[in-house]
């Protein structure tokens, strides 16, 4: 009796394999959603009174998860696709993801005290997830786009009080042109290898 296992998805991989592949995917479609909810929230911080302003940032990050998946069936990473084997990683990286949406948590009661506070503590605070995902990969863009964000978002945010939901966002989406550049080039290196 043959006992071979010809299915992929139920063939055990140890946690090294299981990272190498993970790290070989492209990861376009989240860095395009966020800098795409991001341009939207700048683009209502320039056009919209104080109230609409914030319920846009709030739906716009609430849908980067939604616009990434979206964008993933272009990208070629297919979040939804169910022929992809299980990998460990993909579940801790929505935990990171889960760990984000759980600080609003904190974000939300300095919102009330002060409206303008919010592109700061979400602009900071959803950028955490980027630290464990460039341990995950063994690259650096992530550690630089989690420390980028957190230094120049603070900064902007005290250098221009009057333009908070622009200055922020305008800063946010410039880390994720530079995020999404590297990894490109990067996933390019690793297929052409």
């Given at each position: ?55 846009v940032l709030f739906g716009a990050i609430g849908s980067i998860l939604y616009l990434g998946m979206f964008f993933s069936r272009f990208t070629g990473e297919n979040?939804l696709d169910k022929q992809r084997p299980k990998n460990v990683f993909d579940g801790l990286f929505l935990r990171t993801v889960g760990e984000a949406v759980l ?91």
């Open positions: 009796m043959n006992m071979t296992n010809t299915n992929p998805l139920n063939t055990p991989r140890t946690l090294d394999e299981q990272r190498r592949e993970f790290a070989q995917r492209r990861f376009l479609a989240m860095p395009l959603a966020g800098a795409v909810a991001w341009t939207i929230v700048g683009v209502a911080g320039a056009f919209l009174t104080p109230g609409l302003e914030v319920w979040f600080v609003f948590a904190i974000a939300i009661p300095f919102f009330r005290a002060d409206y303008t506070s919010l592109p700061l503590s979400v602009g900071i605070l959803s950028g955490l997830m980027w630290l464990p995902f460039s341990w995950i990969i063994e690259h650096w863009i992530g550690t630089f786009h989690t420390l980028a964000r957190t230094a120049l978002v603070t900064a902007s945010w005290y250098l221009f009080p009057g333009f908070r939901f622009i200055a922020v966002p305008a800063v946010i989406v410039a880390i994720y042109a530079v995020t999404i550049v590297v990894l490109e080039t990067r996933w390019r290196r690793i297929h052409r290898a």
